[in-house]
């Protein structure tokens, strides 16, 4: 009771790689959700990048 079938894993795992092969076999038809912001992971690269720098005694 409660337990996913193998099956439907497997169907789960076989979209994820469809659609990972079309995004890279089409890398074109990928459009940005949002443009400008560059979203959390941008904002966490400039935090560490400012991090490092106030790490190593830069301004």
């Known amino acids: 009771m409660g337990a996913i079938p193998g099956w439907v894993l497997l169907v789960m795992v076989l979209v994820a790689l469809l659609l990972a092969s079309k995004a890279l076999l089409f890398p074109g038809r990928v ?29």
């Open 31 to 59: 459009t940005p959700q949002r443009t400008g912001d560059g979203g959390w992971w941008s904002d966490l690269q400039d935090d560490w990048r400012l991090w490092w720098h106030r790490r190593q005694g830069n301004p």
